[in-house]
């Protein structure tokens, strides 16, 4: 049945999207990552005690990790996180979100501006763009081109700032309560997806379980969580068609 106020409702003026977590399943990455390097130190973090670490500005997470233990100035512990999670992605491969690459496909058809803004470092974010057709997203920001990280809007004042749009006016899908923080301070309607964090209600215009089987009309503006289908349980779908990038290489691939 057709949306009876879809004729009322416009096109975004750019989707702003989160990388990790969001459109490729790398959260586990950064984790293992920082288990690794605590493991290291001889130092075990309590059960959900590197959940603080999702979303969060890359120097904030170095900071949480030498708090927990590990050992290094959080420079050191820095460097030593990107270089860790980097041979975990390329070794264990990229899993995508379930329906992100079909809506970003659909999106860039549509001629909606894309933004890509994450808070992994430049380096990391291009092995991850590697692997999507060229010029899928309009414009990037990542989190060692902004002066303060998530949840500060640095980062998607920034994106709408390069695309010459009003951040009002876009919609940002992200994640994490960090992410959707950010976006929302940015004054961009936040849609959450969860993933490896739950999302309380409230901390998103709307919550989606997934974004498999989201479409053009999903993104028109105003978004209420009554067009946005809010009405489903957060841990529908936790398995879905995630695709599997064959490891040892990231190698471009086409929708």
Avoid at 128 to 141: E, M, Q, S
Avoid at 177 to 198: C, E, K, Q, S, T
Wanted: hydrophobic fraction near 45%; charge should be negative.
């Amino acid at each position: 049945m057709l949306d009876p106020h879809a004729s009322a409702r416009r096109l975004p003026a750019a989707v702003l999207w989160d990388m990790d977590g969001t459109i490729v399943d790398t959260e586990g990455h950064w984790i293992a990552a920082a288990q690794g390097m605590l493991a290291e130190a001889g130092a075990t973090p309590s059960v959900g005690g590197l959940d603080s670490l999702v979303g969060i500005a890359l120097p904030d997470g170095a900071r949480v990790i030498h708090e927990l233990g590990g050992t290094g100035s959080p420079d050191a512990l820095l460097e030593r996180w990107i270089e860790l999670a980097t041979a975990h992605t390329r070794s264990e491969g990229i899993t995508w979100r379930p329906g992100a690459r079909s809506l970003l496909r659909t999106l860039s058809a549509a001629r909606v501006p894309l933004a890509l803004v994450t808070m992994s470092y430049r380096d990391y974010a291009d092995e991850i763009l590697a692997a999507l057709p060229p010029g899928t997203f309009d414009v990037t920001v990542t989190g060692d081109e902004v002066a303060r990280g998530k949840p500060s809007p640095d980062a998607y004042l920034r994106a709408a700032e390069l695309l010459g749009v009003d951040p009002a006016e876009c919609i940002a899908v992200e994640d994490s309560p960090v992410g959707l923080a950010a976006a929302r301070a940015a004054g961009a309607v936040a849609i959450g997806v969860p993933h490896d964090v739950p999302l309380a209600d409230g901390i998103a215009d709307a919550i989606w379980p997934t974004l498999r089987g989201r479409g053009l009309l999903d993104f028109r503006l105003p978004l209420c969580r009554e067009a946005a289908g809010n009405d489903e349980s957060p841990t529908a779908f936790a398995t879905g068609d995630s695709h599997n990038v064959r490891p040892k290489g990231l190698e471009p691939l086409t929708f």
